[in-house]
């Protein structure tokens, strides 16, 4: 898959409602942290949509069919990313390696190259504890390779969870095919965050050419919605009743024009629906989303659709697109217990942090 544009970091801002503690640069010292006080109160924040690299991957994938795939440098981990968590005042980041160009590796390949991401992120989360958590990028092409991955992560290295792409080379991975990954996730009780990557499964070629990024501005929430779409109406969520999936880009379009997908079923002859309950029931219970919809009408709507306690903080750090603690922290529409939830109380729980 290709990698998405990248942007140069930039720092964010902070306004009314939040106490900054001061910044520091990448100077080899940890920078000072801005601490996020609401109600008087210090409030832990938690961002689910993290990206990292592991560029020694280079070396498994030399000679094969893969060779050539970039690692953007300024996603590797260091110092800086730490600064940059606390200049916004982020607590814990959940680490995910989202590119997914692994579901197109050979099995063996495949599972070394996840192995070594895995243990990247399991020695960093170590070295960091009260900053990382991991999520580990199983090979889902795979599905009974990526259940025996997610397990080893999870019960072996204290990893938290999963990120998986929302397609598998074309194909969405909703059918009973890959039910032995959806039920070790359930079965481990840890979350599995979908991360788009274009909608390539989607749209055809060329068709977000153009100004203005599509691909990455209309796809990547495209891809989101075409995916937790399948999760509920290909009945997957129905098959395992207790799995937590979490929708990047404030679950694209879907908690935005809900009521069409609401009324799928009963209108269209052709449906097919294996669902058994109402979309909307899955997104107050299964389904969460992040919070990167940058406006406070956006926010609002999201959690009149889907409640507090399904949407969660996500930065898309390092890539520069704003920043919404600011905008969750002095939410017009949200009571101080929805605002905590949103901030970090949600992940804490879901992610067993503290």
């Known amino acids: 898959m290709?990698?998405?544009r990248d942007?140069?970091?930039?720092?964010?801002?902070?306004t009314a409602g939040l106490?900054?503690?001061?910044?520091?640069a990448d100077t080899g010292a940890q920078s000072t942290r801005?601490?996020?006080?609401?109600?008087?109160?210090?409030i832990r924040t938690v961002d689910i949509h993290a990206h990292c690299v592991f560029p020694a991957a280079a070396e498994l994938i030399a000679g094969s069919p893969l060779e050539g795939i970039g690692f953007a440098g300024f996603q590797?981990?260091?110092?800086?990313?730490?600064d940059e968590m606390n200049m916004r005042g982020v607590d814990y980041q959940a680490l995910s390696v989202n590119r997914y160009w692994w579901y197109a590796a050979?099995?063996?390949?495949?599972?070394?190259?996840v192995r070594l991401h895995d243990e990247g992120l399991a020695a960093w989360c170590a070295e960091y504890p009260d900053r990382f958590v991991g999520l580990s990028s199983v090979a889902l092409q795979y599905p009974d390779l990526a259940a025996e991955q997610l397990e080893h992560a999870v019960n072996e290295l204290g990893l938290r969870g999963a990120s998986v792409g929302g397609h598998v080379n074309g194909e969405a991975p909703t059918s009973e095919k890959y039910d032995p990954f959806w039920a070790k996730a359930e079965e481990l009780g840890v979350p599995v965050f979908m991360h788009p990557g274009g909608a390539e499964n989607v749209v055809r070629e060329d068709g977000l050419e153009g100004r203005g990024d599509l691909g990455n501005i209309i796809g990547n929430p495209l891809e989101t919605t075409v995916f937790l779409t399948h999760m509920i109406f290909d009945g997957t969520l129905d098959r395992f009743p207790n799995l937590k999936v979490?929708?990047?880009h404030g679950g694209g379009y879907l908690p935005s024009y809900l009521g069409r997908t609401e009324v799928a079923c009963q209108v269209r002859?052709?449906?097919?629906?294996l669902n058994t309950k109402q979309p909307s029931e899955y997104l107050r219970d299964q389904i969460l989303v992040d919070s990167m919809v940058f406006s406070d009408e956006g926010l609002r709507h999201l959690v009149a659709e889907m409640g507090a306690n399904q949407v969660v903080y996500g930065t898309d750090m390092p890539f520069n697109w704003p920043d919404t603690l600011d905008l969750i922290v002095n939410s017009p529409s949200l009571t101080d217990a929805e605002k905590v939830a949103i901030a970090g109380g949600n992940l804490s729980e879901l992610l067993r942090i503290g």
Do not use: H
């Open 2 to 4: 290709p990698n998405r």
């Open 246 to 248: 979490c929708g990047a």
């Open 34 to 42: 801005r601490e996020i006080m609401l109600g008087g109160q210090r």
């Open 19 to 24: 106490m900054i503690l001061g910044c520091g």
């Open 106 to 113: 050979e099995r063996e390949l495949a599972s070394d190259v």
């Open 269 to 273: 002859d052709d449906s097919g629906c």
């Open 7 to 14: 942007f140069l970091k930039t720092a964010g801002t902070a």
């Open 76 to 82: 590797v981990l260091g110092q800086g990313r730490i």
